[in-house]
């Protein structure tokens, strides 16, 4: 137990400092919040994020609170994960790969009291990371500008959850999190003219904040070996507290004069009402399958921007919209109590559809396309065979018709340690 106590906080430490460095190399952070991350543990990245409906004794399911009162009564559940990816961008004929890799997510769960289970995690909320330029000719003469786009940061989120069996069938939860991250984006403008004035823009935001969101599952025996059991989540928006500001710059290289501008909007930052439902039916233990359904409400928030006419920081509506994302998936066990370690693995597979919660010139942001398929491998010792190596593997697709479209290949590989902390042993 020592020697769990200190493993879990020492991968707690490193997934904070690794949470500071950005996952993603996609233009498209440069718009909203960022990408939104996942926040799926390594079981259900394998159905491709499946969650609302499903129920583990062995595995921590963040994205439905309610789920952690099935927690078993005997165990403590550490749950670590980490992804690599490769991207390929392509615009027109121009085409360019990038790789990646980041620590996703930390999290454990228990049971405190009969009916009732906690959790405890880290998750990353959004991920901003870009680095671009592109170049263009002023009408037919020689000269040539270039305007080069950075960005880098993100929200993180640590949460405390709780899930308690009212009675037989219904769970009710919540999880508090405390919001916090900052971001950079920068915009600068050169020339290859020596006497055109320079400039460079600077948007920037640090957040410390909340977020509440709830969860209901209603689990029924259909028959003899058939479950179903529906779920449902309800997330609840509000701004952030964060003070978003622009300085912009402009430099003249002959003079060497500068000036600064600096505007900040107050409290410019929001999250959306988000909610969700979702359907899982098993059958015997051996096989799950299920869909979710989830809609956030990004089209009622407001973004600060920059006006073209004034050069202000000003709030404007119809930079974001609610984004809708749909998910079917499910997992089979051949044989759970097999002395054969390929029947009892869990196969898992999922695919997702996901519109865009951002606009771009007045257009779409990308929508995504997304299919997983991954393994949940048990972990064999002498007195424990619940602990799981989940390993999966995620193809995702961002298009807009406008603009890029980027082509992500993902493995993402999870390990859940689940140790009988509370079993009391009896010596005879």
């Not at 950005?22 to 159905?47: C, D, H, K, V």
């Not at 509440?212 to 029924?220: A, N, P, S, Y």
């Not at 507290?241 to 930052?269: M, R």
Request: hydrophobic share 35%; charged share 15%; net charge neutral.
């Amino acid at each position: 137990m020592k020697k769990s106590i200190i493993i879990s906080l020492a991968v707690g430490c490193v997934a904070v400092q690794s949470m500071a460095q950005s996952g993603t190399n996609s233009p498209y952070s440069q718009y909203g919040l960022g990408i939104l991350s996942e926040q799926a543990q390594g079981f259900n990245r394998g159905m491709n994020g499946l969650a609302l409906g499903l129920r583990y004794g062995n595995q921590v399911n963040s994205l439905n609170p309610a789920s952690y009162s099935a927690i078993d009564s005997l165990t403590m559940i550490f749950d670590v994960g980490l992804s690599g990816q490769i991207t390929n961008f392509k615009e027109g004929n121009v085409s360019r790969n990038a790789k990646n890799a980041d620590f996703e997510y930390a999290v454990a769960a228990f049971r405190v009291f009969p009916k009732v289970g906690l959790s405890i995690g880290l998750i990353p909320f959004t991920n901003i990371g870009y680095d671009y330029t592109s170049t263009s000719r002023i009408g037919t003469s020689e000269t040539t500008t270039a305007e080069t786009h950075t960005g880098s940061g993100g929200i993180h989120q640590a949460f405390v959850g709780v899930g308690w069996n009212v009675f037989s069938g219904l769970s009710l939860g919540a999880n508090i999190s405390y919001l916090w991250g900052s971001y950079e984006r920068q915009i600068s403008i050169s020339s290859s003219d020596a006497y055109v004035n320079t400039m460079e823009r600077t948007y920037g935001a640090t957040v410390n904040s909340y977020k509440l969101d709830f969860g209901l599952q209603w689990e029924q025996r259909m028959a003899k070996d058939d479950r179903l059991t529906l779920g449902a989540t309800v997330g609840i928006g509000h701004k952030l507290g964060a003070d978003p500001e622009v300085t912009t710059t402009s430099s003249n290289s002959q003079t060497g004069v500068s000036s600064d501008n600096t505007f900040t909007v107050e409290n410019g930052l929001a999250i959306p009402m988000s909610y969700g439902v979702g359907v899982a039916w098993s059958h015997g233990g051996k096989f799950t399958i299920g869909a979710d359904y989830s809609l956030q409400q990004w089209g009622s928030v407001d973004l600060p921007e920059t006006d073209v006419n004034t050069g202000k920081y000003v709030m404007k509506s119809g930079l974001l919209k609610d984004r809708h994302k749909v998910t079917l998936g499910g997992e089979w066990v051949p044989n759970e109590m097999s002395l054969n370690l390929l029947e009892r693995v869990h196969y898992r597979a999922g695919v997702s559809y996901a519109t865009p919660y951002v606009t771009i010139q007045g257009m779409d942001g990308p929508k995504e396309y997304s299919v997983s398929a991954g393994f949940g491998i048990p972990i064999t010792n002498t007195y424990n065979n619940r602990s799981f190596l989940n390993i999966s593997g995620q193809w995702v697709r961002s298009e807009s018709s406008a603009f890029i479209t980027e082509n992500t290949f993902r493995i993402n590989i999870g390990i859940t340690f689940n140790e009988r902390w509370f079993m009391k042993w009896k010596v005879e």
